[in-house]
């Protein structure tokens, strides 16, 4: 059974960083793109981050871009979201997704199945 479960998420101060992991189980990330999400609550969930198949293309959305940074480690199967410079507003739950068709790229991704999340915190 395809299964995401996210870890890492914590509360820290602004401007610190945080790494958010992603453990897949039941298929092969290297094959499938995978995204991150994140949200408040009231708020509509966004889409942050997404590294697609085999070579990983890499996008992010202009909130994050230049502070996170995706990245896929094929032997732990795991999928990590690297978040610095953390600011109050980054303060949601975050979740993963995978888009299960085969070699999917993060060119209008379908994202079908997701993880719990996990809470990010930023606060003084």
């Known amino acids: 059974q395809l299964q995401l479960v996210e870890s890492g998420g914590g509360l820290v101060q602004p401007g610190e960083s945080l790494r958010l992991s992603c453990a897949a189980s039941g298929f092969t990330v290297d094959f499938y793109a995978i995204g991150w999400f994140r949200q408040v609550p009231g708020k509509e969930r966004e889409g942050i981050s997404c590294?697609?198949?085999?070579?990983?293309?890499?996008t992010y959305a202009d909130s994050v871009k230049g502070r996170f940074t995706i990245s896929r480690d094929n032997a732990k199967n795991t999928v990590f979201l690297q978040m610095n410079s953390l600011t109050p507003e980054d303060t949601a739950v975050y979740y993963c997704a995978l888009d299960a068709r085969t070699y999917s790229q993060c060119v209008q991704p379908d994202y079908t199945w997701w993880g719990q999340g996990t809470q990010v915190t930023v606060s003084s």
């Open positions: 590294i697609g198949s085999g070579s990983g293309s890499t």
